[in-house]
């Protein structure tokens, strides 16, 4: 497998990653506005290991925005492009949803106010351990 492809495939986990940091609030969000009126409820909205990962997610990216420090799969992937720009149509188009031109401190700010949501609705809206 070339170096162009494994970069690829690192640019799309990190989309992965991207989507479900994001989506995993708006998920949780509406699976309790949908609990909240129906009688079975969303329990994925309060499922434990999912909340757990998704908290875990965000609080990874704060720890490394706050520390000033890269995004390890974008090291990675930039190591296996090195100078190359022979990106193809999907990874360019992933690629301009993914990378923003803006200062350091546009980013940290905007983790950290997504952290402040995704802390709070931990907080509202605990999740819980399966049969309780």
């Known amino acids: 497998m070339s170096s162009a492809a494994l970069a690829d495939g690192i640019l799309v986990v990190h989309a992965a990653f991207v989507a479900f940091v994001v989506g995993g609030l708006l998920v949780t969000w509406a699976g309790l506005a949908l609990g909240a ?5 969303a329990r994925f909205a309060r ?3 999912f909340r757990g990962a998704h908290l875990a997610a965000i609080g990874f990216v704060l720890a490394e925005s706050l520390l000033g420090l890269a995004c390890p799969l974008t090291i990675w992937e930039d190591a296996l492009r090195g100078t190359s720009h022979s990106r193809g149509f999907i990874a360019r188009a992933i690629a301009a949803w993914l990378y923003w031109d803006a200062p350091a401190w546009v ?10 949501l ?6 509202r809206f605990p999740p ?5």
């Open 128 to 132: 819980r351990r399966a049969g309780r």
């Open 107 to 116: 980013f940290t700010a905007i983790y950290c106010a997504f952290g402040g």
């Open 47 to 49: 499922n434990a290991w």
């Open 118 to 123: 995704v802390a709070w609705t931990w907080l």
């Open 37 to 41: 009126g129906l009688a079975l409820g």
